[in-house]
């Protein structure tokens, strides 16, 4: 059981990259193995934290690993979106260079501050992960963009400004944070309380 989350890890960076095989293939029903992966990456993603905290490996490089897999995967799941609805993200690139902009300053500011990237896993990122799975499944399943894709890009600015937040506030690199107002606790000494199911 203790390598489980390891091997969901491995199977949601895999998974990233078939889906880019199959995007790019003649196969009948893309667009609904796609989202199929698509649902399976997430799980992965859901479960592979969950049980490395009930075995007892939830340690800071499997976190850390988990974190970069997320983005590789999401981006590999993008590509398919370009492959299939390339007009869409023409229509919307400006709101998805400023994603990217803001995914990027994470990173800068975490390995300025800390001197490693950041592996908050806060909530509004969870949050921003589902709002980021439906509007995937909007575009690629439906080739529609709409109100799935205003709310991805509404919590993925909202929850990068609380990444923002959480690294400003931290002392010292800590993953999983819940959100930055535990950042702000923690700074001030306190001990903060970690959902089981997300963050414990």
């Known amino acids: 059981m203790k390598k489980v989350p ?4 491995a199977i ?12 790019n293939s003649d196969f009948i029903y893309v667009r ?19 049980i490395a905290r009930k075995v007892g490996v939830s340690s800071e490089k499997l976190r850390r690993m988990d974190s970069q897999v997320d983005l590789i995967f999401w981006l590999c799941v993008g590509w398919c979106a370009w492959l299939l609805n390339p007009e869409i993200i023409l229509d ?9 902009v803001m995914e990027g300053l994470t990173y800068v ?9 950041t592996c908050t896993h806060a909530l509004l990122s969870k949050l921003w992960g589902i ?19 205003f709310l991805a890009v509404f919590f993925g600015i909202t929850g990068h400004i609380d990444v923002y937040l959480i690294i ?32 414990g």
Do not use: C, Q
């Open 32 to 50: 609904l193995i796609l989202v199929l992966l698509m649902i399976l990456g997430l799980l992965t993603d859901i479960f592979d934290g969950i």
């Open 131 to 149: 709002t980021l799975l439906a509007a995937f499944v909007s575009m690629i399943g439906f080739g529609h963009a709409g109100i799935p894709f």
């Open 168 to 199: 400003y506030f931290l002392p010292i690199w800590t993953h999983d944070v819940p959100s930055s107002y535990h950042a702000y606790l923690i700074r001030t000494g306190k001990t903060i309380k970690k959902h089981k199911w997300f963050n």
């Open 6 to 9: 390891f091997l969901l890890i």
């Open 92 to 100: 919307h690139k400006y709101a998805i260079i400023s994603i990217f």
């Open 12 to 23: 949601r960076l895999l998974l990233g990259f078939v889906m880019i095989l199959i995007a």
């Open 109 to 117: 500011f975490s390995i300025l501050k800390f001197g490693k990237e």
